[in-house]
T-cell receptor, first 111, second 111 residues
């Protein structure tokens, strides 16, 4: 079991640039979640998918954020244009019957 | 609105002591209460979990105490070790579809 794989581990970009974060869930898991972690707000749910279909995106902060899951083994979170306040650690998690399994996150810094 | 309230924000315990972290919730529809442990640079990892039909669950040195009437649950770490130093998150979910996390407790165990 390779676990949830996220890439890149670190991303540094300039304000206004497009950022794409990638996630490969654990094989067989039918739900995928994107979280954002900051010191001020803790772990915030951005969006989650069941069977590749977005179920709840109410946590997506603005239209600048979008997420896709084209197939069961891949998901992306895109920010366009990025802003300094988007700087955070973004986690992807997947599950099949209860426990959430998290990846090691992508640390995003927008300057 | 914070669905799950966690305290304390930080905790310092001597090696061999007991670490206690508390969480409270309001939504009585929550039916699954996991605790996650996070080390620097890593994603949160499931530590132990409980469902509301039991009042206590123990796994090794880790115990969850659950008080359904008070809508509170806590994590007890017995014989705390320096290797337990990490950030701990409580969480609550409904049908394991949406997980709401507490704001985290940074635990430091002093040798």
């Amino acid at each position: 079991d390779a676990g949830v794989i996220q890439s890149p581990r670190h991303e540094v970009t300039e304000m206004g640039q497009e950022v794409t974060l990638r996630c490969k869930p654990i094989s067989g898991h039918n739900s995928l979640f994107w979280y954002r972690q900051t010191m001020m707000r803790g772990l915030e749910l951005l969006i989650y998918f069941n069977n590749n279909v977005p179920i709840d995106d109410s946590g997506m902060p603005e239209d600048r954020f979008s997420a896709k899951m084209p197939n069961a083994s891949f998901s992306t979170l895109k920010i366009q244009p990025s802003e300094p306040r988007d700087s955070a650690v973004y986690f992807c998690a997947s599950r099949e019957n209860s426990p959430l399994h998290f990846g090691n996150g992508t640390r995003l810094t927008v300057t | 609105q914070q669905q799950v309230k966690q305290s304390p924000q930080s905790l310092i315990v001597q090696k061999g002591g007991i670490s206690i972290i508390n969480c409270a919730y309001e939504n009585t529809a929550f039916d699954y209460f996991p605790w996650y442990q996070q080390f620097p640079g890593k994603g949160p990892a499931l530590l132990i979990a409980i469902r509301p039909d039991v009042s206590e669950k123990k796994e090794g040195r880790f115990t969850i105490s659950f008080n359904k009437s008070a809508k509170q649950f806590s994590l007890h770490i017995m014989d705390s070790q320096p290797g337990d130093s990490a950030t701990y998150f409580c969480a609550a979910s409904i049908n394991s579809n949406q997980f709401y996390f507490g704001t985290g407790t940074s635990l430091t165990v002093i040798p």
